[in-house]
């Protein structure tokens, strides 16, 4: 039959075996076919198959073409690549202590607390944490004691890796890092020439390629397949290029990410230049361990990237870039010095809500002006950080329900509404410039229980403050800006 057609906008199995059907029975040599009982539906069904098949396998084949609709982790990070972007990595929780040291004489002398001198936390949730030193920390001798001031100790382990360069079997120069949770801050990288040499040279990270030429040293850090880092070499034109047998020595710190944040006790794992007579306190409770970058954050984050082009002048610039190099921020607002009352023009204000945290301490704000900020915003703009003001909701729920209609007594259907009451603060309201809608609210309570025949909320708001105890002063609580 000359008019026969194939449906080809069908993908569905069922529907891809029908229009087959449908056009092999307009057929004359095919009228008196059974094609349900005859072996011709079992071709049928592999004809069907296999067009499916296809067309699932191109249609996801088009969504991982492009980073709005990519789902795969390696399909993203490769989109972000081309916009310039590295996915950001586990962070690792870091504490600020003092340690004394009691040489029991008075002799002069110094001491180094060398790098990869651990400490172990206190217990917490069953679980004591290793910190390291990340670079040696001398000091001199004070009457019979070596005071370690602010020392900085990260949660993780130290690892060492070489790799041997081969210009016939690695000409690209991309060496793999082994471990996945690695906070890649700590990447350290020298190189020497060739096996008989102990002369080494430290490589430093590359962060603008405007400032690469031929002859610097530097290292580029990709996220490769299977979250796996990468760190390869220049090819001679941008970057200095490696020889032939060339030894790569890579260390870097492997962490647990947010798990050790809060820990606030420490104890020495060894003695100190022989040395057991060691007291440690706390300056800064360990802080600032976050997750490797999520799918949906590098989705956003690239994007972002490529916008602000490695500098900060708009809002969305500062957001952006300190979201990337400061994943502990939850949620973050910014604005201009104009906006204040009265207006302070030439500063820029940030506030920071950490993920696990209300606040962040002195020590790490300025930590962040002076290490993230500073380098790439105006000369002309000071940065200041302020606390966030939090507002904070009570809710009050009044339920009725059928307790015919759930396996809940009463004290586990209160408990799962509380359950549903958080999730929703987590959703909608743990973000700068969020809005509460009590409909909202209402419809997540009644969501909880399909026994829930309907529910009332009472609401009301509370204001925080810290007074100074012994000391008269007036207090300002604003509940709305």
């Known amino acids: 039959m000359a008019n026969a057609r194939l449906n080809i906008t069908d993908l569905d199995f069922d529907q891809i075996k029908l229009n ?9 040599e095919f009228q008196d076919y059974d094609f349900e009982g005859s072996g011709l539906s079992v071709l049928l069904d592999i004809l069907a198959y296999n067009t499916h098949y296809n067309a699932y396998y191109l249609n996801m084949v088009a969504n991982e073409s492009f980073l709005d609709t990519a789902l795969l982790r390696d399909s993203i990070v490769s989109h972000a690549k081309t916009l310039g972007y590295v996915p950001y990595s586990t962070t690792a929780s870091k504490a600020t202590v003092n340690v004394t040291v009691d040489s029991a004489n008075s002799t002069p002398g110094t001491l180094t607390i060398t790098k990869g001198t651990s400490f172990s936390s206190g217990i917490m949730d069953g ?10 920390v001398s000091v001199t001798k004070s009457d019979t004691n070596f005071y370690f001031e602010n020392l900085e100790i990260y949660e993780g382990v130290l690892v060492n890796y070489d790799y041997t360069h081969s210009q016939t ?3 690209k120069s991309v060496f793999v890092l082994p471990d996945k949770n690695i906070d890649t801050s700590t990447i350290t990288v020298s190189v020497r020439p060739n096996s008989g040499n102990s002369t080494s040279q430290l490589y430093s990270k590359s962060t603008d390629i405007l400032d690469v030429t031929s002859e610097s040293t530097v290292y580029f850090l990709q996220e490769g397949k299977n979250t796996r880092y990468q760190i390869y070499f220049g090819d001679g034109v941008l970057g200095k290029a490696l020889e032939d047998g060339a030894i790569i020595s890579v260390s870097y710190l492997v962490t647990k990410g947010s798990a050790a944040n809060k820990a606030n006790s420490f104890v020495s794992n060894s003695m100190i230049g022989g040395m057991s007579q060691i007291t440690i306190s706390v300056v800064n409770v360990a802080a600032g361990g976050s997750s490797r970058e999520t799918v949906d954050s590098i989705k956003f984050g690239a994007a972002s990237q490529f916008l602000t082009q490695n500098r900060l002048v708009t ?5 952006s870039y300190i979201k990337k190099n400061y994943p502990n921020v939850d949620s973050l607002s910014v604005w201009g ?3 204040e009352t009265p207006p302070v023009y030439g500063k820029v204000f940030i506030s920071l809500k950490p993920k696990l945290n209300y606040y962040i301490t002195e020590t790490e704000k300025q930590r962040i002006i002076d290490e993230i900020i500073s380098p790439k915003s105006i000369v002309s703009v000071d940065a200041i950080i302020r606390d966030p003001e939090y507002l904070y909701l009570q809710v ?4 009725s329900y059928d ?8 004290d586990g259907l209160k408990n799962a509404i509380r359950g549903s009451i958080l999730i929703y603060k987590q959703q909608n309201l743990d973000k700068f410039g969020s809005t509460f809608v009590l409909s909202k609210l209402q419809d997540s309570i009644d969501s909880t229980d399909s026994a829930i025949l309907g529910s009332e909320a009472i609401l009301r708001l509370e204001k925080r403050i810290n007074p100074t105890l012994n000391t008269s002063a007036n207090y300002t609580i604003n509940y709305f800006a």
Request: hydrophobic content about 20%; proline content about 5%.
């Open 403 to 410: 307790p015919r209609k759930t396996t809940r007594n009463g």
């Open 315 to 319: 809002f969305k610039d500062y957001e």
């Open 169 to 171: 079997s690695n000409p």
């Open 396 to 399: 009050k729920s009044k339920v």
């Open 127 to 136: 679980v004591s944490y290793n910190f390291v030193v990340l670079n040696d």
């Open 20 to 28: 087959l059907k449908t056009y092999l029975q307009q057929q004359t």
């Open 337 to 339: 010095g104009e906006d």
